[in-house]
């Protein structure tokens, strides 16, 4: 399970990093918002845990962008701000847990092990992804994007549903082979290019927003 801590608070953060770490989770730190974005982009997170008041970005805004870009991930809001209106505001954000500090330890990381088990229960039997206009109804099988209905082969599902679980990360030819088509990814074809290119007609045509990008020499990037 790798964790993503958002603290402007070096001593803080480095108390929280140590701890998870010491429970056997991956724990990577950000200061700020922009950072911390960065990084969500990057790596594939199972929790994020945000203080409110942070450089860039404050961390209710990134709770809101997180919870669009990543849906199934939960966010464990962590600060000082600890009034009735402050813990509205932030599950209003889309945080899934709110813990004033000071803490302790223990509390924490019961709460981090409670929204880790739902989280995965949740990504489990999850029937449905969004992101922006677009939708998948995984149970139907189905795809929407600013209300009207997309038709895709069965691949081409696959193909959507594949990115949609990965916004804003770089997925290189071999990742998507593997992921879904289940081979090694064989240099030889142009497959994984034809079938992108196939679902770029489908989603992203007609719309000015558009959905699938390819990163030159790396592979293809969804979202924004």
Sequence with gaps: ???????????VASFIKKGLEESHFEADLAYDGISAEKLARQYKYNLFILDIIIPGTNGLELCKKFKSLYP????????????????????????????VKPFEFRELLARVKVLLKTSDHSNN??????YGDLELDLDKKAARRGGSVINLTAKEFSLLEYFMRNPGRVLSRNDIAEKVWDVSFDFSTNVV???????????????????????????????D
């Excluded at 399970?1 to 001593?11: F, Q, R, S, Y």
């Excluded at 007609?201 to 790396?218: C, E, M």
């Design 1 to 11: 399970m790798k964790i993503l801590i958002v603290e402007d608070e070096p001593k």
């Design 72 to 99: 199934g991930i939960p966010v464990l809001m962590l600060t000082a701000l600890g009034t009735t209106d402050d813990k509205l505001a932030g599950f209003d954000a889309g945080a899934n847990d709110y813990l």
């Design 125 to 130: 039997t999850l029937k449905r992804l969004a």
């Design 193 to 223: 290019d034809v079938y992108v290119n196939f679902l770029r007609k489908k989603i992203d045509k007609g719309f000015d927003k558009k959905l699938i990008r390819t990163k030159v020499g790396f592979g293809y990037i969804f979202g």
